[in-house]
């Protein structure tokens, strides 16, 4: 399966495509904002919203499902609105009072997500995206089935994109290197069957 576009690519009913506008008009929105506050945030969060939405497709995820996981993809670090600019922009890695401030922002996004009756159905995923399956993940410590699959999707997803992505206390690393990293912690940080299929289809789009 492709690694493919995904907006306006969905056929449904009258009532599906009445909240699908609803969420687009909330999600736009929310875009907007982050655009604002962080130049250059969406390209990342556009290209974590196809691998997640490719993903969900290639695990059989029902039409409306594959919708959630991509709006969440979008929309999975809103929280980092309200994280001090001195945290996110630092340009070395985090103390642990630091960290502690980071990972609120699951919660942040969660919240700001369930005040819009749009897309609350959304915050759910948001809230649990860097929980593991080992069950060392926040903010719930969530483990294994419990953490709803979509949430497992962007976390791949997410963490795959931030690899690759050259940051102030790191260099970006290659696409084999960034697979590789994701197939290591397939089972710990990384629930395996989104691994595997991730990482075949990440495959399949550059053969």
């Known amino acids: 399966m492709p690694i493919c576009e995904i907006m306006g690519n969905s056929a449904m009913n009258d009532h599906d495509?009445?909240?699908?506008?609803?969420?687009?008009?909330?999600?736009?929105?929310?875009?907007?904002?982050?655009?604002?506050?962080?130049?250059?945030?969406?390209?990342?969060?556009?290209?974590?919203?196809?691998f997640a939405t490719a993903t969900a497709e290639c695990l059989g995820l029902p039409e409306y499902e594959v919708e959630r996981?991509?709006?969440?993809?979008?929309?999975?670090?809103?929280?980092?609105?309200?994280?001090?600019?001195?945290?996110?922009?630092?340009?070395?890695p985090l103390i642990s009072e630091e960290w502690e401030?980071?990972?609120?922002?699951?919660?942040?996004?969660?919240?700001i997500l369930a005040s819009a009756p749009s897309l609350a159905?959304?915050?759910?995923?948001?809230?649990?995206?860097?929980?593991?399956p080992d069950g060392r993940g926040y903010p719930d410590r969530l483990a294994g089935d419990e953490i709803p699959l979509g949430a497992s999707i962007i976390a791949v997803c997410a963490g795959f994109v931030a690899m690759m992505r050259r940051r102030p206390f790191s260099d970006?690393?290659?696409?084999?290197a960034?697979?590789?990293e994701v197939d290591k912690h397939s089972g710990t940080q990384f629930d395996p069957r989104i691994v595997d299929a991730f990482c075949e289809l990440l495959r399949l789009a550059r053969a």
């Open 121 to 132: 159905d959304v915050a759910e995923l948001v809230r649990s995206h860097h929980e593991r």
């Open 101 to 111: 401030v980071m990972r609120t922002h699951a919660e942040i996004g969660a919240r």
């Open 172 to 176: 970006a690393i290659t696409v084999e």
């Open 17 to 50: 495509a009445g909240q699908g506008a609803r969420n687009r008009e909330g999600l736009y929105l929310l875009l907007k904002v982050q655009e604002e506050h962080s130049p250059g945030v969406l390209e990342d969060l556009n290209r974590v919203a196809r």
């Open 69 to 92: 996981v991509e709006i969440a993809g979008r929309l999975h670090n809103v929280g980092n609105l309200a994280i001090p600019q001195a945290i996110l922009n630092k340009p070395g």
């Open 178 to 180: 960034a697979l590789a």
